[in-house]
């Protein structure tokens, strides 16, 4: 049986924790921050988790990671 293949858009954009959680960077945070809050874009800095409805289909694209 031959090897699966790591999606490469999602390796970019999706690291596994060590207890198994898939983490990203959350989105908004590059431009058009003017008319954002402060408590906006203090939350935006964060990490974001993957949740168990879509953990499945995003640890499905990165196998080996």
């Known amino acids: 049986m031959p090897k ?3 999606n ?3 390796a ?3 690291s596994k ?3 198994g959680k898939i983490k990203y960077k959350k ?3 590059r431009h058009c921050l003017e008319h954002k809050s402060k408590d906006t ?3 935006l800095r964060k990490t974001g988790y993957i949740d ?3 953990h499945k289909q995003v ?3 990165i196998p080996y990671k």
């Open 4 to 6: 699966m293949k790591t």
């Open 8 to 10: 490469r858009a999602a």
């Open 12 to 14: 970019k954009r999706f």
């Open 17 to 19: 924790t060590g207890t």
């Open 27 to 29: 989105r908004g945070l």
């Open 41 to 43: 874009k203090r939350g």
């Open 52 to 54: 168990d409805t879509n």
């Open 59 to 61: 640890a499905a694209l």
